[in-house]
């Protein structure tokens, strides 16, 4: 572990109290100078009063105690799409729990090829690569999990993955694969404004506020790597609680998938993560994704 994170370790971990530490003063001048303000007291050692709204791969490392999601993190000012930076880094033996985040994002996508807005310094727009050994739709299940606990009380869940606010999209998951590998795409919208979406969007969506973005962003890989472990482990308990989160459960719901309509009742999630739907014949498909879901009353 660098000197950095091992101060930033201990500074986050005293969560705004005093610690005692060997802060030498051009470290610390150089924290300071990154945008952390930090008390110092003769007897008690430092306090970190508040920290910079960047995201930054130390100060990230320095807030996790995961198993393996953010075992190596990157951050860029800028890049096309997240999703194909760890594409990319993917083709290297990189071992699974890259994260790479994006400031900004020129080419940000989302399902069936739509554009993603990704303005810069606000939201949370990261892509983690992973080799999953249990069926891949749990991946996404668990991830709009993960997503939902951070998001707060009134978070829900659309399925196949958005995670919603009053009904409006707070975030979205983009899983792409390339053999064994994971690549999954989360967006979260953060501190943005209306201006920040297309203006057709504008009614459609929400952003989270939030004084502390890069806490934010430790919240959810500490979830994402606690949902990560358990759905190989521990499928059901996930489902359980999707379930209780899921608007789409329960409801008449239409499904367009290519040429394929499929109209019925959104029933449950099977072992692997695939929305079982009853058709009004009785019959139960097994679906994993749509091109278009409409809930029907
Ligand atoms: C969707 O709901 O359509 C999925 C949106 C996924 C957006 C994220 S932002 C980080 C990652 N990089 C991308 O280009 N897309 C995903």
């Known amino acids: ?8 370790t201990q500074l986050h971990r005293s969560n705004g109290q005093f610690v005692r530490l060997d802060l030498p003063a051009a470290e610390l001048a150089e924290l300071q100078q990154l945008g952390y303000s930090i008390e110092a007291h003769p007897h008690l050692g430092y306090r970190l009063v508040a920290g910079p709204d960047r995201l930054m791969a130390d100060d990230l490392r320095a807030r996790l105690q995961t198993k393996i999601i953010g075992r190596e993190i990157l951050v860029f000012e800028e890049t096309t799409s997240t999703n194909d930076v760890v594409e990319r880094l993917a083709r290297s033996q990189v071992q699974e729990g890259l994260v790479v985040f994006a400031e900004s994002q020129t080419k940000g996508r989302g399902r069936h090829g739509r554009a993603w ?3 810069r310094g606000k939201g949370l727009w990261f892509s983690v690569l992973l080799r999953p050994k249990f069926p891949l739709p749990r991946l996404t299940v668990a991830a709009s999990v993960a997503v939902a606990r951070v998001a707060g009380q ?3 869940i659309k399925w196949p993955n958005d995670v919603t606010l ?3 999209k707070l975030a979205g998951i983009l899983t792409e694969t390339r053999q064994a590998t994971a690549i999954l795409g989360i967006g979260l919208n953060v501190n943005c404004r209306a201006e920040d979406f297309p203006a057709d969007l504008r009614p459609l969506v929400t952003s989270l506020p939030c004084a502390d973005r890069p806490g934010l962003a430790a919240q959810v890989l500490t979830e994402l790597d606690a949902l990560y472990v358990q759905a190989a482990t521990d499928f059901p308990a996930i489902t359980a609680e999707w379930a209780r989160l899921c608007t789409t459960l329960g409801k008449q719901i239409a499904v367009q998938i290519g040429d394929r309509r499929i109209d019925g009742h959104a029933q449950a999630l099977d072992e692997d993560g695939a929305l079982l739907i009853r058709r009004d014949t009785g019959q139960i498909e097994r679906v ?3 091109d278009l879901v409409v809930e029907r009353t």
């Open 1 to 8: 572990m660098s000197a950095t994170i091992e101060i930033l």
């Open 117 to 119: 807005a990704s303005p």
């Open 154 to 156: 009134a978070a829900r």
């Open 166 to 168: 009053d009904g409006r």
């Open 288 to 290: 994993l994704g749509a």
